[in-house]
């Protein structure tokens, strides 16, 4: 069974800038770890991914370039840091977790096992 605990949502200005953190139990170091968000009333959609060994990465279009995901498997740790961020960015963001080796990086929810509980994200314009 794998346990994730996701932090460091907040309240932040548009501009500003916030780090997500993803802890995870287990043996950490062979899941793909995913970060997707769900704004009220949408569905949810993928935001970015880290194959297991941190050497692939992929983002959705709409955070390239401001969004950063890396993780530090001795910590057991994923993270989203997210910069320049906007009102639309506004969401409740979840960590994602597959130990299952399929794909080496996954966009698909349905590609990932095990969700946190997930952590508000809020961007006032």
């Known amino acids: 069974q794998v346990h994730l605990v996701e932090s460091g949502g907040g309240l932040v200005q548009a501009g500003g800038s916030l780090r997500l953190s993803c802890a995870a139990s287990?043996?950490?170091?062979?899941?793909?770890m995913g970060w997707f968000r769900q704004a009220p009333g949408e569905d949810r959609r993928f935001v970015a991914a880290?194959?297991?060994?941190?050497?692939?990465?992929t983002y959705t279009d709409a955070v390239k370039g401001r969004f950063t995901i890396s993780r530090d498997n001795a910590k057991m740790t994923v993270y989203l840091q997210m910069n320049s961020l906007k009102s639309e960015d506004t969401a409740v963001y979840y960590c994602?977790?597959?130990?299952?080796?399929?794909?080496?990086?996954?966009?698909?929810?349905?590609?990932?096992?095990?969700w946190g509980q997930g952590t508000q994200v809020t961007v006032s314009s």
């Open positions: 287990g043996t950490y170091s062979r899941y793909l």
């Open positions: 994602a977790a597959d130990s299952r080796f399929r794909v080496a990086v996954s966009r698909f929810s349905n590609d990932y096992e095990y």
């Open positions: 880290i194959s297991r060994s941190g050497s692939d990465t």
